[in-house]
């Protein structure tokens, strides 16, 4: 069964810490994407990479940066937690062979920072 | 600024009832439009999609309605079933040459009663 895993269900982390959420797929897929979820405000794009090594800025990039070494591995990197960057964060892959453009999604990781 | 916009946000319909979901969006250079059923502590799940060449896209009991002069797209659940209870999210793509990044509407939580 191909899955995209995330590494934690939940976080509780402190403002001003730094903290990593790790995302792994198994399907070989080219791309990977970062979203946030917050009600009412659907997912909204992050960060996302076409590539190994390869980035890209999405809508709200800000107070984020990610890091792609292995095609199966993405990781979304909070380099000083604040309390509004409290979420939950779905990881996504996709391959760029496909004629549709669909989705795997993670089960997310919800991030509490206090 | 929101590039898909979702109505309504929340829908409460009785068993064997029909689900109306709607979005519109502004980017004529969408070319895929997607829905997204997401389970309470799941990650979302492609449900259904729809290119812009066709007016309607059916599957089971789900159907996609597309309107293209008025950028405008809905989501049908036919005789909805507790089981459909989830929240659903539209989504819009310019395919390939940006990266498969998908735009997403804010998600409308759907209730079924029985």
């Known amino acids: 069964d191909v899955k995209v895993t995330q590494s934690s269900r939940y976080l509780v982390k402190r403002t001003g810490e730094k903290v990593f959420l790790e995302c792994v797929q198994d399907m070989d897929h080219e791309n990977m994407f970062w979203y946030r979820q917050d009600p009412g405000l659907g997912l909204r794009l992050i960060y996302f990479s076409y590539d190994v090594k390869m980035k890209e800025k999405g809508d709200i990039p800000e107070g984020y940066s990610v890091s792609r070494e292995k095609k199966e591995r993405f990781s979304l990197i909070l380099e000083s937690a604040s309390t509004n960057q409290t979420s939950m964060y779905l990881c996504a892959s996709s391959s760029a062979q496909a004629a549709n453009y669909g989705y795997t999604f993670g089960s997310g990781t919800r991030l509490t920072v206090v | 600024q929101q590039q898909v916009k979702q109505s309504p946000q929340s829908l409460i319909v009785q068993k064997g009832g029909i689900s109306i979901i709607n979005c519109a969006y502004e980017?004529?250079?969408?070319?895929?439009f997607p829905w997204y059923q997401q389970f309470p502590g799941k990650g979302p799940a492609l449900l259904i999609a729809?290119?812009?060449?066709?007016s309607e896209k059916k599957e089971g009991r789900f159907t996609i309605s597309f309107n293209k002069s008025a950028k405008q797209f809905s989501l049908h659940i036919m005789d909805s079933q507790p089981g459909d209870s989830a929240t659903y999210f539209c989504a819009a793509s310019k395919g390939k040459a940006a990266g498969n990044k998908l735009t997403f509407g804010g998600g409308t939580r759907v209730l079924v009663k029985p």
């Open positions: 980017n004529t250079a969408f070319d895929y």
């Open positions: 729809i290119r812009p060449d066709v």
